[in-house]
């Protein structure tokens, strides 16, 4: 029998740890001594101990290890819980990704001395447009390549052909931004006559009046973006006057390089 000093030393585990283990059920001493309370485990505990360590530097918490090692010979359930695990651990690393992107954006933004100037805001007018459009919620802003992949499904079977200026963009039409469940509309210029399909409309777009600032880089700068463009506005005596939209002139179906996007940010306006 070992004391919990020498097991802790033997298991790597430290004696705080050790009797929170006894104290939620998850490795309880093998005995323990009525008279003085000395905990002493067994040798054979060893590999248990092992198990829980392994699966702790896996990510798992011990309330599902407590699960975990009641299932640990049961090759089915074990590979359940380490495939649902490594799910999670990839969300987390697209999250992680993400946050080193905006970290990497903030930087090069930082060298340029942080001037908002850099982005060049411009006063134009959109001409009338004859569009495919598909608008659905989505879950989330990032989600709106799912909305491409239906509109390009469906738009296949009639070769739908492009108009010039040959670009997508992206409609927000929610009065606020949305944590989830954005209202979004996206839209390619076409040429001829189509008929709609289940998610696709064919429509006329008028013409619009937008103050609108173009840039390259990850949608990571749009917040910069939109601040340049909101300066403008307020300096040059104009109102917001409709739904924002974002016009993709090298989008990542182009590119898989974030940095070569080119994306052309747009809000109308209207003289006060």
């Not at 054979?44 to 829980?52: S, T, Y």
């Not at 990510?59 to 090759?75: A, H, Q, R």
Request: proline share 5%; hydrophobic share 35%.
């Amino acid at each position: 029998m070992l004391r919990i000093g020498d097991f802790s030393k033997l298991s790597r585990i430290s004696i705080r740890m050790l009797r929170h283990y006894d104290e939620i059920g998850l490795l309880h001493p093998d005995s323990v001594d009525d008279f003085t309370g000395y905990r002493y485990y067994s040798e054979d505990q060893l590999p248990l101990a092992g198990r829980i360590q392994t699966l702790k530097s896996l990510g798992f918490g011990l309330s599902v290890i407590k699960e975990i090692i009641d299932k640990y010979e049961d090759t089915a359930e074990m590979e359940r819980f380490l495939r649902v695990k490594r799910r999670e651990l990839e969300t987390e690393a697209e999250a992680v990704r993400q946050k080193l992107t905006l970290l990497d954006s903030t930087l090069k933004w930082l060298r340029k001395d942080g001037n908002l100037m850099d982005y060049n805001v411009t006063l134009k007018t959109i001409p009338e447009r004859y569009v495919a459009s598909v608008r659905q919620v989505i879950p989330a802003y990032d989600c709106e390549g799912m909305l491409w992949e239906m509109m390009n499904r469906e738009l296949e079977p009639q070769k739908v052909q492009q108009a010039s200026p040959c670009y997508g963009m992206a409609v927000f039409h929610d009065e606020e931004h949305k944590e989830h469940d954005p209202d979004v509309e996206i839209q390619i210029n076409v040429a001829g006559e189509y008929q709609d399909t289940e998610h696709v409309r064919f429509k006329t777009v008028p013409p619009i009046q937008i103050a609108s600032a173009t840039y390259k880089g990850s949608y990571e700068q749009i917040p910069r973006v939109n601040e340049a463009v909101a300066n403008w506005v307020v300096e040059n005596g104009y109102d917001f006057d409709g739904k924002s939209f974002c016009i993709y002139h090298v989008s990542p179906g182009q590119t898989s390089d974030p940095e070569e996007l080119v994306t052309e940010v747009c809000f109308p306006v209207k003289k006060k």
